[in-house]
């Protein structure tokens, strides 16, 4: 993904983001929606106003694309496709989430699923729910992810006691916890890569 794409003669890693978004929107579109951020533009929280259909597409596109590459490979082989997948997933909530990414044996993607939903400060996560998610999807490992909408990724103490009390919950039905992470803007904060999982 961070590759220099080419078409043609352009180069779109040179682009402004306005310039890119001129190209996939349009100019009075851009003019219209874009006010300095781009989380903005690929949205699709009800609470604010319509945006052009074409970004939330390009948004959905690179999801999916992203998912495939997951679904292919194992997903330690593909760090950097994990945190972008997550980051789009959460660009743009106002409120927080908890993301299960399932896995298969070979540590291969099976489905994505978000769990709860929750308010702008906390989400309450059910352990019994998730362990149900789990098995109905013949997971041998999960990663998991939430947001941090304040824009801080660092990890609460209830974030940390949380990602304990499931690890123990799903090893009683022999599913591995491979990580947690916490999406704050662009930013993301790895439990493994801390040492704590």
């Not at 106002?94 to 989400?123: K, N, P, S, W, Y």
Request: aromatic share 6%; hydrophobic share 40%; proline share 3%.
């Amino acid at each position: 993904m961070n590759k220099d794409i080419n078409y043609g003669q352009a180069s779109y890693l040179t682009l402004s983001d306005t310039e890119l978004l001129e190209k996939l929107i349009g100019v009075r579109q851009t003019q219209k929606h874009y006010r300095g951020s781009l989380g903005e533009m690929f949205t699709t929280d009800h609470h604010q106003v319509k945006l052009p259909e074409r970004c939330v597409v390009a948004r959905e596109l690179v999801r999916r694309w992203l998912d495939e590459e997951l679904k292919r490979d194992c997903v330690l082989n593909a760090p950097q496709a994990v945190r972008d997948c997550l980051r789009i997933h959460f660009a743009g909530r106002e409120h927080e989430c908890f993301v299960a990414m399932f896995l298969d044996a070979q540590h291969r993607l099976i489905a994505t699923h978000e769990l709860f939903r929750g308010t702008l400060t906390q989400t309450s996560v059910y352990p019994r729910e998730v362990v149900k998610a789990a098995l109905r999807e013949n997971a041998a490992a999960v990663i998991f992810s939430h947001n941090h909408p304040s824009g801080v990724a660092e990890p609460s103490q209830s974030d940390q006691q949380l990602t304990i009390a499931l690890k123990e919950a799903l090893a009683l039905v022999d599913v591995r916890v491979l990580d947690h992470f916490i999406v704050a803007g662009t930013s993301v904060l790895s439990f493994a890569e801390r040492g704590l999982l």
